[in-house]
């Protein structure tokens, strides 16, 4: 089965400085791994995503994460964070056997103080 | 980029009513779209995965005679919520696979059931 963690409920960083929100997995075959951002009562955007190759994979935003299957771990980062960098941010994962929806994490608020 | 709108993005009506949400993928099509459900602040539980030209596979525990799934096109998928009780209001997220297996999703449907 299909899973994914986000062990943080809440992250809080000072604007400027580096970021990090947590995200593990389990999978039975590849991972197929994303990351989403939300703001209040909207849908979610796409950040950016791992299928193969690089383990160091950019995205929207300024954003990045890093593919470690050694650890199972697909942490999103940013090197230095905006005060609209606060939202919430899930991570999701899809076996590439299984073929099925992405399954969520429970989400991470992020919160940047000026 | 890839779009999908979803509409309408907030309903509110009377206990008993049913309600129909839409879903079109704007700029690709979509062979698979997915209907989830959020409650506040909470993760995206996935109700049931929609197949274009076939019937829709749901979630255990998601009452199929309950939320209609109907993905008649490759570019539009609707769920319609049947007899809504208070108990149905939610935030309703749709989304939809393009061809690069990323998932796009709508902005969501905030249901409010008197």
């Known amino acids: 089965a299909q899973s994914v963690a986000q062990p943080e409920d809440q992250v809080n960083v000072a604007e400027g400085n580096p970021l990090t929100v947590k995200c593990t997995y389990s999978v039975s075959g590849n991972p197929y791994l994303f990351w989403y951002v939300q703001y209040p009562n909207r849908g979610l955007q796409f950040l950016l995503k791992?299928?193969?190759?690089?383990?160091l994979v950019k995205g929207s935003y300024g954003f990045e994460a890093e593919f470690n299957k050694s650890q199972t771990s697909f942490h999103l980062k940013k090197p230095s964070a905006l005060v609209s960098d606060s939202a919430l941010y899930f991570c999701?994962?899809?076996?590439?056997?299984?073929?099925?929806?992405?399954?969520f994490g429970k989400g991470t608020t992020l919160s940047v103080s000026s | 980029g890839a779009v999908v709108s979803q509409h309408p993005s907030r309903v509110i009506c009377k206990s008993g009513t049913s309600v129909k949400i839409e879903c079109r993928s704007l700029?690709?099509?979509?062979?698979?779209m997915f209907w989830y459900r959020q409650f506040p602040k909470q993760s995206l539980m996935l109700m049931a995965t929609s197949n274009e030209g076939s019937k829709a596979t749901y979630e255990q525990g998601v009452e199929k005679d309950k939320f209609l799934i109907n993905h008649a096109s490759l570019t539009l998928s609707t769920l319609t919520v049947t007899s809504a009780h208070p108990e149905d209001s939610s935030f309703y997220i749709c989304s939809a696979r393009a061809p690069d297996r990323t998932q796009h999703f709508g902005d969501g449907t905030r249901l409010s059931i008197l």
């Open positions: 999701a994962v899809r076996d590439d056997q299984a073929g099925t929806a992405l399954i």
């Open positions: 791992y299928i193969t190759g690089d383990n």
């Open positions: 700029d690709f099509q979509a062979t698979t």
